[in-house]
T-cell receptor, first 114, second 109 residues
Framework: DAGVTQSPTHLIKTRGQQVTLRCSPI?????VSWYQQVLGQGPQFIFQYYEKEERGRGNFPDRFSARQFPNYSSELNVNALLLGDSALYLC?????????????FGEGSRLTVL | GENVEQHPSTLSVQEGDSAVIKCTYS??????FPWYKQELGKRPQLIID?????GEKKDQRIAVTLNKTAKHFSLHITETQPEDSAVYFCAASHNDMRFGAGTRLTVKP
């Protein structure tokens, strides 16, 4: 069974541009969470979606947005990119909406903003 | 929201020794406490977890303890091996999961 898949794996953008990252959860998982991991730090919570509805939002500016599709895949969108947005963006899926069970992470999308 | 602090940030031990990593959390409503291992360039993977109604859990060389009153929990690895070298993250979850900053464990042969 396929794990969580993310695309693209690597991308380079310039300041002010916009980026869309994509995630496909494990089959049967209806919850998708997005995390930002800056080098040397722990994953920082951005969003959680369950059954296409936003269930949680971390302390990130409105430049960050996300959505979940009927097939439970998800997109993370970041507008007006800043240098500080350079990070590994991790998507994680889970069975429960309450995040009190294992999160299964994808390999991540490494974003570099120049 | 939840705030998770993790110590130490780096830990170096000799093969065969024990390693202990400690975390504190702020939200008393948190009820699920997982530990993830992230090897270089890889995704985080769950190694053990504990729920708020349990004080201790073991899985072979790995154990986790939870003190709800003090709001802290710890990871214990015994008989460490070089393949245990990685970054370890604790997390606490109520409605969403928040992670600590990580501990880089190095096990020297």
């Amino acid at each position: 069974d396929a794990g969580v898949t993310q695309s693209p794996t690597h991308l380079i953008k310039t300041r002010g541009q916009q980026v869309t990252l994509r995630c496909s959860p494990i089959s049967g998982h209806k919850s998708v969470s997005w995390y930002q991991q800056v080098l040397g730090q722990g994953p920082q919570f951005i969003f959680q979606y369950y059954e296409k509805e936003e269930r949680g939002r971390g302390n990130f500016p409105d430049r960050f947005s996300a959505r979940q599709f009927p097939n439970y895949s998800s997109e993370l969108n970041v507008n007006a990119l800043l240098l500080g947005d350079s990070a590994l963006y991790l998507c994680a899926s889970s069975v429960t909406p309450s995040n009190t069970g294992e999160l299964f992470f994808g390999e991540g999308s490494r974003l570099t903003v120049l | 929201g939840e705030n998770v602090e993790q110590h130490p940030s780096t830990l170096s031990v000799q093969e065969g020794d024990s390693a202990v990593i400690k975390c504190t959390y702020s939200d008393s409503a948190s009820n699920y406490f997982p530990w993830y291992k992230q090897e270089l360039g890889k995704r985080p993977q769950l190694i053990i977890d504990i729920r708020s109604n349990v004080g201790e859990k073991k899985d072979q060389r790995i154990a986790v303890t939870l003190n709800k009153t003090a709001k802290h929990f710890s990871l214990h690895i015994t008989e460490t091996q070089p393949e245990d070298s990685a970054v370890y993250f604790c997390a606490a979850s109520h409605n969403d999961m928040r992670f600590g900053a990580g501990t880089r464990l190095t096990v020297k042969p």
